[in-house]
Nanobody, 117 residues
Framework: QVQVVESGGGLVQAGGSLRLTCAVSRSIFGVFDLGWYRQAPGKQREQVAVIGSGGTTNYADSVKGRFTISTDNPKNTIYLQMNSLKPEDTAVYYC???????????WGHGTQVTVSS
């Protein structure tokens, strides 16, 4: 079983920055597609940023130029650097590790990000 644990959420003023961290319990290099998703109250979960096992990244239009996804493979860790935060970024942020060979998803429990205006 693969454990995925997020941390780093909190309360920040608009225009501020936060860095989310996701620790995965096994090696991520070349094994998983990794991503950050978010769910705001009353809305569906949406993809924010993903990084494929080959290193290709993709971002939601709403966060392009503000958020950056990255990995530290020796530490089995994924980061989401969030800059120029807006109130509409307020949501619970979830980390996802998709194991390609078994087509299986592992989710964390989420971390709350609140951006005040």
């Amino acid at each position: 079983q693969v454990q995925v644990v997020e941390s780093g959420g909190g309360l920040v003023q608009a225009g501020g920055s936060l860095r989310l961290t996701c620790a995965v319990s096994r090696s991520i290099f070349g094994v998983f597609d990794l991503g950050w998703y978010r769910q705001a109250p009353g809305k569906q979960r949406e993809q924010v940023a993903v990084i494929g096992s080959g290193g290709t990244t993709n971002y939601a239009d709403s966060v392009k130029g503000r958020f950056t996804i990255s990995t530290d493979n020796p530490k089995n860790t994924i980061y989401l650097q969030m800059n120029s935060l807006k109130p509409e970024d307020t949501a619970v942020y979830y980390c996802n590790a998709h194991m390609n060979v078994f087509n299986k998803d592992y989710w964390g429990h989420g971390t709350q990000v609140t951006v005040s205006s």
